[in-house]
């Protein structure tokens, strides 16, 4: 793993961040569509940055609200991806999930 690859669960459920767990996108996701979306949250994600640079609050309404468009189509928020009932972890500090004893083993 290279140092900047995100540390991720043993489950490929998360990334690590800080600490913190973070979702990964749904593997399930064909490639191309997963592609597209990805492109979809980047250009969102610059759209944010240049109406909080022009303080256009509804430009960043805007643009926020297709960032968790593409973040919902990705799997990354909304309902989980997997289907075997277990919560979701995201946000939480690892120390506080069922992951604690793999993440201290690291």
Known sequence: MSSSSPLTTPDGRYIVVRGRLWRC?????????REQWVQRLMRA?????QAKRAQDSQAERDARH???EAKRALGERGPVWW???APDYTQYKVENT????????R
Do not use: I, M, T
């Not at 069922?98 to 083993?105: C, E, V």
């Open 45 to 49: 994600r610059r759209a944010v940055g």
């Open 98 to 105: 069922p992951y604690a004893d793999w993440y201290a083993s």
């Open 66 to 68: 297709d960032v968790d």
């Open 83 to 85: 289907q075997d009932g």
């Open 25 to 33: 996108s749904n593997p399930d996701l064909a490639e191309a569509e």
